[in-house]
């Protein structure tokens, strides 16, 4: 993907990596839109980093579908997004009672979340003249972590989404790329302050560098999300299984 010149549009980027990435993106001279379900938080951002924004709750269809004709409507030439709305909650399958509606949020908002902005916009995108599609998946796509199964499920099908998306568009001007973060200091499962996670701002510039650097990837990995993503290509995995899972 080109680095500059573009309309991109990130729900989930309110806060976080989506947020992280917009205002990176926007300073290499892009046009970047941000879409969120709070609009008190989006109305600050507008003011304070310039962003455009458009409201969408990805757990809604109605709201996607929504929140796409006002983005169209107000910047026709949008050729990007990246789906960066997400949720991470914990799980307890052997104890809780409340993991069923732990597991179908997680699958609203992460997979049909994704999968509904993305449908969205791909009639749109492919007639804009060069265009990307980015998803953001996790190195838990990868290697498990015990107390998210369904998150971790989530991520592994944005992956094979995303695969199986490029394929399809291979003969367009669409590219499809994989975002795949490791643990960042995000809120996501509170961990912001977590030593065992990535500094969110040196996670988002070694993102934007290898965009810049490597502009036909089809991931996007940082060095700290390879032990994850290439566990077990090299044979090691319930090691890495064990590491990720063990005292914290």
């Known amino acids: ?34 879409g969120g379900r709070r609009t008190h938080l989006l109305d600050e951002l507008a003011a304070e980093h310039g962003l455009g924004t458009v409201e969408i709750d990805t757990s809604s269809p109605e ?66 003249p060069r265009a ?16 998210t199964p369904t998150y971790n499920a989530t991520k592994a099908a944005i992956h094979m989404l995303t695969e199986g998306i490029r394929l399809q568009l291979a003969d367009t001007n669409v590219e499809v790329i994989e975002i795949v973060p490791p643990a960042v200091r995000t809120t996501l499962l509170g961990q912001e302050n977590s030593e065992r996670a990535m500094p969110l701002d040196e996670y988002a510039d070694e993102t934007i560098e290898l965009l810049a650097v490597e502009p036909s990837t089809r991931e996007v990995l940082v060095e700290r999300v390879k032990f994850l993503r290439h566990a077990a290509e090299r044979g090691d995995y319930d090691q890495v299984v064990s590491m990720v899972n063990g005292p914290h």
Do not use: C, Y
């Open 63 to 128: 709201s996607v579908r929504t929140a796409v004709q006002t983005l169209l409507a107000g910047f026709p030439s949008t050729n990007m997004v990246i789906t960066s709305a997400g949720i991470m909650e914990l799980e307890d399958w052997h104890t809780s009672e409340g993991f069923l509606d732990v597991a179908e949020r997680t699958v609203t908002t992460n997979l049909l979340g994704t999968i509904r902005v993305i449908a969205a916009l791909v009639e749109h995108l492919q007639t804009q």
């Open 1 to 34: 993907m080109h680095l500059t010149d573009n309309t991109i549009f990130i729900p989930g980027g309110t806060s976080g990596i989506g947020l992280a990435l917009a205002t990176r993106l926007q300073a290499k001279g892009n046009t970047v839109i941000i």
């Open 132 to 147: 990307a599609i980015a998803t953001v998946s996790s190195g838990l796509a990868f290697i498990p972590l015990t107390v």
